[in-house]
Every structure is written in structure tokens, then in C-alpha cells.
């Protein structure tokens, strides 16, 4: 008679799979709640301290590491050896082991959760189960999913036992199980200790979904999510209409949320290709898009729209009319979604904006050979600490449009300008290996729209005055930027000369 260990803090669908093992003459070894569950089901069960000859000790922190156990799992069958000391020892092998972990991960999300808590919600016994049947999968079948049970089962009742290829599957799974698992735990104890910068980087992720493709269509792509979600998120957004998103479209969508937090009033942003082409805001979220669609209507063509407002019906027939490719906002009113889904690609995303303040974890980028890891950019700026290195001071209309404008800035690709007044992005320049060709896209596509409430922002400071000079050349009254270069002075000066104001903010914002 095969013999299985059953011992589960998830208990789904745990006994028919448990069924079917006994059905083909499986004996069950189990403990604790696992074993209740059974035995009230009906089903013969052994427990660990029958099969050990020594009791559960310490609240139950020790009783399945025993050699009457480990030997089981870990004796192999193809020699002699290890077949005649388990029986000089009279250790019987251990053919299946199903188990799954306390749950540590669920206990840290706790809202009040105490490191005493977390600490005894660390599983031990578990996973060296675990670990030692993977092992051994050449004998022995480990099963650390309730989503594998179907397969498993199919195959024991089909043949009597598991496959060779699937118990190496399953051994591959279930020590990606413990490797995140105790990801997880290294991760929330290197953060209780204060440590900022360990030594070893342990990162865990689920397979959110399989991508049609990547970046280009011939490249394979997959999203993962990190293991304790990130509320707002795209991979937390729930998405109510329309084809899956693509590669793009989630890089897109991630550029775009992150501006949109920027802005507590009702504000709508449109991006394309990771960087912003219109910001609009106002009192409410019709003129908000007016002013968006404004500041570019021909990039917001195959954009990613992001509204800050649950949709009304007037705003969504006014997006209606145009390719779109993402709309995420924290709602829909039930007129406005049914204009909008009658395009049945048009992804339509649902995210909670309550959370946009909530504490962000650090940004992970891949180089070749390694990753580059940063707190995010999320730097609460006031007005109040900047500094007027001009002749000239800012009104308190233009510093609120430099606020603005700084704003947008901090989240266009460096080399990055925007030109903007107090309602909208007027022209953005973005991307280019200099500051004055910045300067020069931003004016031109701002055309007609500069006037005399215009301002300019730099996310960086300049090298020289050139793009100052172009700037008040052509309308703009006052400018913000970090400041820090060694020719500052020179920018100063060039501005004086045509009466402007500038502010510096002591702090950059590129974005690479």
C-alpha cells in the first residue's frame, strides 16, 4: 500500500482529490485541521504522531520534522542501501506529499498585523516537506496546488501512479513555491530590521497572464504581479470591456496612471508612447477633457486616456468620436459605459483612485546582467519652497501654472519641456539628446495657444541660456526649473535681460 501525507492550510476541493488516493489504495497520514476535515468526511486517516512515535511539541512548531518522516520522503528506491537501513529502521516510504503553506502572505496583509503574528505564520515543517519530496521526485509526487489535483488524480486513478514528467514538473513548481514564499518572508523581515540596501535581492511575482506578444510580435512577453498587490495598479485595475491589453498598452497605461495621481482636481491626461501629449483640468471632467483633447488632437489619436472622475455620459460621447485605446477611470456611470463599449475593442479599466497615495514600493528596471532598483519619483513639492532667482516674481497665477506645468514635466521623457498655462499642457517637447531642441517642439506645437498667461518648465537645468532666450523671444513670461548648473548664472541673466521670472526647485525630475 502507497502511502501519502496530506496536511493543508487551504483546504479547497481537498476531499474528493483525497477520495480518489484512497480509492486506489493510498493509505493518508495527516495532521491537525487537515485530519479533521477528513475524518469527518468519512476517510481512514493516520496521524504524524502515530507514524513518528513522538508528540507534537512547541504549539505545533515541531512535528513533522522526524526521520520516520524525512526518511520516507527522501529514502531513494533504486538502491539498496537506502531501502535496507528504512527497513532495518522500519521507516515505510512516503510516495505523495500534498501540501500547501500557512499562510504568511495573507497574515502580513493584515491592516494591525504585529511581527508576532507575522513570525508564527512562518512555515517550517512545511515547507521541508516540501522541499525534501521535490527532491526525490523520482519516487515521490508533491503536490503544492490545489489546481494540480484534477491531473494527479486522473493519473493515479488511470495508472496507479503519477508520471515521471509530471512529478518533475510538479517538483519544479513546488520549490518555485518555497523559493517565493520564503521570498517573501526575507522581504518582510529585511523591511521590520530597517535595511535598505541587502545584500541579496529577493523578489517573488505571479503569472498574471501570457501576452499575445511583447514590444514587437515576434518578441514572447508575460505579465507578472507582484505577490502582495499594489491596489493602485494596472495590474489591479479591473478591466470592464474590450480586447486584452497588449504589451504596450500596459507599459502605456502605467506611464499614464502615474501622472494622473499628480492631480487632486478633476483633471483628464492623455498619453501616447509613454509620455504625455495633452493635460487638461478644470472644475469638472467635460471641460477637463475639452482642454486635454485641446492641447493635442492629433497625438490623442490611439492614445491611452486617463480621467480622474468617474465618466459621465456628455464626456464620453466626446471621446466616442475618437480612436482610442485604453479609458481607465474610477468609474462609469451606466450611460456613459454603454456609449463607450459599443467599440468592442476600446479596453475600458476601472481603478481604484482612493489608493494613489498610498505608500509605493521601489521601481525595478532590467539591464542586461542585473536590475537597476529606485524609490519611485513620488516627491510632494510645494511652491513655498522654491526660489525667484530673477529680478522679476512670479504672480500667484503663474506659480500655479508652473506647479502645473512642473507637474507634467516630472513625467515626459527627459530631455523634457512643457509649455503650459493653469488649464492645460499648451506643447510638449520630449526626448531629444538637447534642451534647446525640446524648447524649440514645445514652442512650435504650443503655436497660436502662447500667450500671456504661457509658461515654460524644464525637468532639468540648463547648460546655457540658449533656451531661455528662445523662450522669451517667443511669449514665455516665467519659467520653473531644478537650477544646479555651473552656468546658472548665465540663464539668470538671459532672463532678467527680457523680463521674465524664474524659479528654481532645487530638485530634478528625469525620466529615462
Known amino acids: 500500500?502507497?502511502?501519502?501525507?496530506?496536511?493543508?492550510?487551504?483546504?479547497?476541493?481537498?476531499?474528493?482529490?483525497?477520495?480518489?488516493?484512497?480509492?486506489?489504495?493510498?493509505?493518508?497520514?495527516?495532521?491537525?485541521?487537515t485530519k479533521k476535515v477528513l475524518d469527518e468526511a468519512g476517510l481512514k486517516t493516520i496521524s504524524v504522531e502515530d507514524v513518528t512515535g513522538f508528540p507534537e511539541i512547541l504549539d505545533g512548531r515541531v512535528k513533522t520534522l522526524n526521520p520516520y518522516i524525512?526518511?520516507?520522503l527522501l529514502g531513494r528506491r533504486?538502491?539498496?542501501?537506502?531501502?535496507?537501513?528504512?527497513?532495518?529502521?522500519?521507516?515505510?516510504?512516503?510516495?505523495?506529499?500534498?501540501?500547501?503553506?500557512?499562510?504568511?502572505?495573507e497574515t502580513i496583509q493584515k491592516p494591525g498585523v504585529t511581527l508576532a503574528d507575522a513570525i508564527e505564520n512562518i512555515d517550517i515543517g512545511g515547507p521541508s516537506m516540501v522541499r525534501s519530496?521535490?527532491?526525490?521526485?523520482?519516487?515521490?509526487?508533491?503536490?503544492?496546488?490545489?489546481?494540480?489535483?484534477?491531473?494527479?488524480?486522473?493519473?493515479?486513478?488511470?495508472?496507479?501512479?503519477?508520471?515521471?514528467?509530471?512529478?518533475q514538473k510538479l517538483a519544479a513548481k513546488a520549490f518555485r513555491h518555497t523559493a517565493a514564499y520564503d521570498a517573501l518572508?526575507?522581504?518582510?523581515?529585511?523591511?521590520?530590521?530597517?535595511?535598505?540596501?541587502?545584500?541579496?535581492?529577493?523578489?517573488?511575482y505571479d503569472l498574471k497572464e501570457e501576452m499575445r506578444y511583447g514590444e514587437n510580435s515576434h518578441q514572447k512577453a508575460y505579465f507578472y504581479e507582484d505577490t502582495l498587490p499594489e491596489a493602485y495598479s494596472i495590474a489591479q485595475a479591473k478591466q470592464l470591456h474590450g480586447k486584452q491589453l497588449s504589451y504596450n498598452n500596459i507599459k502605456d497605461a502605467d506611464a499614464a496612471i502615474r501622472i494622473a495621481r499628480e492631480f487632486s482636481q478633476p483633471t483628464v491626461v492623455a498619453l501616447k508612447h509613454m509620455n504625455p501629449c495633452g493635460i487638461g483640468q478644470a472644475d469638472n471632467l467635460e471641460q477637463?477633457?475639452?482642454?486635454?483633447?485641446?492641447?493635442?488632437?492629433?497625438?490623442?489619436?490611439?492614445?491611452?486616456?486617463?480621467?480622474?472622475?468617474?465618466?459621465?455620459?456628455?464626456?464620453?460621447?466626446?471621446?466616442?468620436?475618437?480612436?482610442?485605446?485604453?479609458?481607465?477611470?474610477?468609474?462609469?456611470?451606466?450611460?456613459?459605459f454603454e456609449v463607450l463599449a459599443k467599440k468592442k475593442n476600446l479596453r475600458l479599466l476601472q481603478l481604484d483612485f482612493d489608493q494613489k497615495d498610498t505608500a509605493q514600493k521601489p521601481e525595478v528596471v532590467s539591464v542586461l546582467g542585473g536590475l537597476l532598483v529606485?524609490?519611485?519619483?513620488?516627491?510632494?513639492?510645494?511652491?513655498?519652497?522654491?526660489?525667484?532667482?530673477?529680478?522679476?516674481?512670479?504672480?500667484?497665477?503663474?506659480?500655479?501654472?508652473?506647479?502645473?506645468?512642473?507637474?507634467?514635466?516630472?513625467?515626459?521623457?527627459?530631455?523634457?519641456?512643457?509649455?503650459?498655462?493653469?488649464?492645460?499642457?499648451?506643447?510638449?517637447?520630449?526626448?531629444?539628446?538637447?534642451?534647446?531642441?525640446?524648447t524649440k517642439i514645445a514652442i512650435k506645437h504650443a503655436g497660436a495657444s502662447l500667450d500671456e498667461h504661457a509658461?515654460?518648465?524644464?525637468?532639468?537645468?540648463f547648460p546655457m541660456d540658449d533656451c531661455v532666450e528662445y523662450a522669451a523671444k517667443h511669449g514665455i513670461k516665467a519659467i520653473v526649473q531644478p537650477g544646479g548648473s555651473i552656468r546658472d548664472q548665465d540663464s539668470i541673466e538671459m532672463a532678467d535681460k527680457y523680463g521674465i521670472t524664474m524659479v528654481t526647485t532645487g530638485v530634478r525630475h528625469f525620466r529615462h
Open 1 to 33: 500500500m502507497k502511502r501519502a501525507l496530506v496536511s493543508v492550510s487551504d483546504k479547497s476541493n481537498l476531499v474528493d482529490f483525497v477520495k480518489t488516493l484512497v480509492a486506489n489504495d493510498y493509505e493518508i497520514i495527516s495532521t491537525g485541521g
Open 70 to 72: 524525512h526518511g520516507g
Open 78 to 105: 533504486d538502491l539498496p542501501a537506502h531501502l535496507e537501513k528504512m527497513a532495518e529502521l522500519k521507516i515505510k516510504p512516503i510516495d505523495l506529499v500534498c501540501v500547501n503553506l500557512y499562510p504568511f502572505k
Open 133 to 167: 519530496a521535490a527532491k526525490n521526485y523520482q519516487a515521490v509526487t508533491i503536490v503544492v496546488d490545489a489546481a494540480d489535483y484534477k491531473q494527479v488524480a486522473e493519473e493515479i486513478a488511470a495508472n496507479g501512479d503519477t508520471t515521471l514528467e509530471t512529478r
Open 185 to 204: 518572508i526575507a522581504d518582510y523581515l529585511t523591511k521590520q530590521a530597517g535595511i535598505s540596501a541587502p545584500e541579496k535581492l529577493t523578489l517573488t
Open 288 to 336: 477637463a477633457w475639452d482642454l486635454a483633447y485641446e492641447a493635442d488632437p492629433i497625438s490623442i489619436f490611439g492614445g491611452v486616456i486617463v480621467l480622474n472622475r468617474q465618466v459621465d455620459l456628455a464626456t464620453a460621447e466626446k471621446m466616442h468620436k475618437l480612436f482610442l485605446e485604453i479609458i481607465i477611470a474610477p468609474g462609469f456611470d451606466q450611460d456613459a
Open 374 to 438: 529606485q524609490d519611485q519619483d513620488v516627491l510632494a513639492e510645494d511652491v513655498k519652497d522654491w526660489k525667484v532667482v530673477t529680478k522679476v516674481a512670479p504672480t500667484e497665477e503663474q506659480l500655479a501654472s508652473l506647479m502645473f506645468a512642473w507637474k507634467a514635466v516630472k513625467h515626459t521623457k527627459s530631455n523634457a519641456i512643457v509649455v503650459a498655462n493653469g488649464e492645460r499642457t499648451l506643447g510638449i517637447g520630449a526626448g531629444q539628446p538637447n534642451r534647446i531642441d525640446s
Open 455 to 461: 509658461v515654460l518648465a524644464s525637468d532639468a537645468f
